[in-house]
């Protein structure tokens, strides 16, 4: 039985503050398929072909004493495009049959959980997606990880 290859995160290449605490990060992304696509008979590789430069906002929440919480707010004015390159094998070990394909998914930043746990910075570092058999994206599933000031959220 084949595994089907999951690219890894590369994560937090640059980040570039704007003048209004926005942040942009280039993550590559975890990419799952569902199990229905991996059988016995037929297994997909996937390669995100670019990183993904993922825009957001950073809001401090001050009190006299300091710094009271924070919060990372992703940038909808956008959808997030992602493209992968597909290869699909199927056929047997003495006579493969592959299939080329790339693919454009496209993630809405409006409808991914974001899920920050404590750290010494405030940043997104990582994203996984979960994509459904007719390659569109998984929203129960897929997250955009990050990190925020210990006791903050």
Do not use: C
């Amino acid at each position: 039985m084949r595994v089907m290859s999951i690219v890894k995160a590369n994560l937090n290449i640059h980040s570039a503050l704007d003048a209004d605490n926005e942040f942009i990060n280039r993550i590559v992304p975890s990419v799952n398929l569902p199990s229905s696509m991996m059988t016995r008979e037929s297994w997909t590789e996937i390669n995100v072909v670019r990183p993904l430069d993922v825009k957001y906002r950073i809001d401090l929440e001050y009190r006299s004493w300091g710094i009271k919480g924070a919060s990372i707010t992703l940038d909808h004015s956008a959808p997030i495009r992602v493209e992968l390159e597909l290869k699909t094998e199927t056929g047997t070990d003495n006579n493969p049959v592959v299939a080329e394909d790339t693919r454009i998914i496209t993630v809405d930043p409006s409808k991914i959980r974001v899920e920050l746990s404590p750290g010494s910075m405030i940043y997104l570092h990582s994203m996984e997606l979960f994509l459904k058999p007719d390659m569109t994206v998984d929203y129960d599933n897929s997250v955009i990880q990050g990190t925020t000031l210990m006791g903050m959220s």
